[in-house]
């Protein structure tokens, strides 16, 4: 049987490709550690979705490992030989970063790379794919000139009509530490690829979501913004007016391209990977869609403080990816996900 090796399996994406990949028969190897709990605190918990996945998952075995751990890295990786692996676990916030610089570092970056060489020492044969993120080009899209709109900021330029593409630049530019350390483990991810012809991939993803997100305040966007209406509670935005737009992409839709990449894997390629900007919105525009679903009204309070090296505007250009697989697509729509978040988070509390 085939054997698929997921870190962060119990996170958003790596729950959902657990999921999927078990639903096209592979027997499922997630390696977590619940350290989002540590980084995050109680509301960062993800045991819940570790419990799920062994309940609903019959070839789904959980390995209790942190990446930063070498040597047992290398000999599970050994032990268990797969087939594929998909690297989703990190530490994923940008602001958390600055307060614990050695514990982002290793877990981004040198984590990243105990994956590589583990799966190197296996077979060089091994797809490894990345879930990178869109901060490795820091600040530097809002560089790009942007107009106003009453509810949102756009991009004014003809060039970038489309969205980000991964030749932008990414260097000369501020990252936050997350994002510097993420860069780190991108750039690695690509050299071993070029390096050793090994199929890899970075997935630079926008705004990933869905409905097994556990967001808290620091990370999880969406899923944090939907959350404090349902229980209505404060949501804090921080500067530009509230008009800072994110393309959004559902769970589903990144685990299905981790699919068609692992069916035709390519070595040491970079892939911008999020809702392109049919499903883009501002938090303003956020609040008014998860008010007409769950008719409450959004109680907020404004900090004119944007967070540091925060995006003004960030939405992916899928030119690239859809021109290498064609036969992907987005399947989920922006309001398909808010209700699937909705429904999601009202289970969980019991409502």
Request: hydrophobic residues 30%.
């Amino acid at each position: 049987m085939k054997k698929i090796i997921v870190t962060g399996s119990s996170g958003l994406i790596g729950s959902e490709v657990c999921v999927h990949f078990s639903r096209l028969g592979y027997d499922v190897h997630g390696i977590d550690n619940n350290q989002r709990a540590i980084f995050f605190g109680p509301q960062g918990d993800t045991r819940w979705n570790q419990y799920r996945l062994q309940k609903e998952i019959p070839n789904f075995t959980h390995h209790e490992y942190d990446i930063r751990d070498r040597s047992g890295i290398i000999n599970l990786l050994k032990e268990i030989s797969p087939s594929v692996l998909v690297h989703t676990a990190a530490q994923p916030s940008h602001d958390r970063a600055a307060s614990i610089p050695f514990d982002d570092f290793d877990t981004n970056a040198v984590g990243t790379l105990n994956l590589l060489e583990a799966v190197r020492r296996c077979s060089t044969a091994i797809p490894f794919i990345h879930m990178s993120t869109n901060k490795v080009y820091g600040d530097a899209p809002n560089s790009i000139k942007m107009k106003e709109s009453p509810s949102r900021w756009e991009y004014d330029d003809v060039e970038y009509r489309d969205g980000i593409p991964e030749t932008f630049t990414i260097d000369q530019s501020k990252h936050s530490l997350f994002g510097a350390s993420k860069v780190a483990a991108d750039v690695m991810v690509q050299e071993y690829g070029r390096y050793f012809d090994m199929p890899t991939c970075c997935l630079r993803g926008g705004c990933l979501t869905g409905p097994n997100h556990t967001g808290v305040e620091l990370h999880g966007f969406l899923s944090y913004l939907i959350k404090c209406n349902l229980e209505e509670k404060e949501y804090t935005i921080f500067g530009y007016k509230g008009k800072q737009v994110r393309d959004n992409i559902h769970s589903y839709d990144v685990a299905k391209f981790i699919e068609v990449f692992v069916e035709n894997p390519r070595a040491g390629e970079v892939y911008n990977l999020g809702g392109g900007v049919e499903n883009s919105c501002s938090i303003i525009e956020a609040f008014d869609r998860i008010s007409s679903i769950s008719g409450k009204q959004m109680k907020f309070r404004y900090d004119d403080q944007n967070r540091s090296g925060d995006h003004i505007c960030y939405y992916s250009d899928l030119r690239k990816i859809k021109s290498h697989y064609p036969n992907w697509r987005i399947t989920k729509s922006l309001q398909d996900t808010f209700e699937e978040i909705c429904k999601s988070w009202s289970i969980r509390d019991g409502k």
